[in-house]
């Protein structure tokens, strides 16, 4: 039997690649969002545009039958656009979350994933050890985008708790590679980096922060391999989804130089940087079998060429 299969948010970054495998696999699968895909066409079998918030609209997305619900439609961003956005987040991304876990439960779908991000966790010190999954509680995220994807996790907990479906909660470290949000406010610093870089004329970028700033980034193809490892494993407790590979943004720039083959110098300035540093367990989805293939430097260097041809206008 072809399984069916729902991806809210699949105009977007991880949703848009996450279809595509599905559909390699054999999934039937309808794409659902507010826009088409950012990057030539979906390969979902149905694309329905569609406001998340309004419920009626969530319901009528689930309309069919559906094996697994992927939920991945937020309003979303890298920190600029966290830090700027906050009504914007706690209002949009709850509508969505609320009203398609309430439309899945209706309709009775077996399994459900949600998005959520390594954001729910606390700052943390240089050289501080790993946070687990259980130290997201007593909470304290550094942000409202944070606190939001903890209401959600709760929120699909308790459907879950209640019998309505299966849940599988992903909290997602930094995500990248191609066709991924570059320009307009919302991209992630590795792809601001790619695109500041592929821009530069006289060897300078500007970056926020002191370059001192740690954090791991997870290579789209990789991530996607894991949302399937958790997806089809018994874990029903929120897993951290992310590599162990750690970098300050300093080296980050140096990969970026690298990839485009320019001598960069960074020039630093006064910016949303977010927390410290970051150093999270990845034990749990390791017990799925799955591990990461895709290094940063490698990703990077795939990453690139993409970014710079939308520089240059596609
Ligand atoms: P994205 O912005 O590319 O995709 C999100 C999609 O949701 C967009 O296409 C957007 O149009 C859609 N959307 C927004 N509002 C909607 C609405 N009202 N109705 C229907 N669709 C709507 O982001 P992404 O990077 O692909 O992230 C996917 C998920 O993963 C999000 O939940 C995000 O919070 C989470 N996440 C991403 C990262 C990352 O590094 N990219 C890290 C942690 C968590």
Sequence with gaps: MTKRALVCGAGGFIGSHLVRRLTHEGYWVRGIDVKQPGWGT????????????????AAEALTGGFDE??????????????????????HNSMLINVNVAEAA??????????????CVYRDMQLGEGELSERDAYPAMPDNEYGWE???????????????????????????????????????KAPAALCRKVAESSDGTIEVWGD????????????????????MRSDIDEPTNIGTREYVSIKKLVELVA?????????????????????????????????QPTVSLSEGISRTYPWIERQVRGG
């Design 258 to 290: 690298s990839a485009a083959d320019k001598s960069i110098t960074p020039v630093w300035v006064p910016g949303p940087v977010g927390v410290q540093n970051r150093n999270f367990s990845n034990d749990r989805i390791e017990t799925t079998g799955f």
């Design 211 to 230: 370059g001192s700033a740690v954090r791991s980034f997870i290579y789209v193809d990789d991530l996607v391999t894991a949302v399937l490892c958790l």
């Design 149 to 187: 994807k903890l209401y959600a996790e709760r929120a699909v907990a308790s459907y879950a708790r209640e019998g309505h479906f299966q849940a599988r909660i992903a909290r997602f470290q930094n995500c990248y590679g191609p066709e991924g949000t570059w320009t307009g406010g919302r991209e």
């Design 42 to 57: 979906t390969e979902a079998d149905e694309f329905v545009i569609a406001d998340l918030r309004d419920p009626q609209k």
């Design 105 to 118: 439960a209706r309709a009775e779908v077996a399994r459900y994933f949600l998005a959520s991000s390594v």
């Design 69 to 90: 619900v992927y939920q991945l439609a937020a309003d979303m961003g890298g920190m600029g656009f966290i830090h700027s956005a906050e009504t914007q987040i706690m």
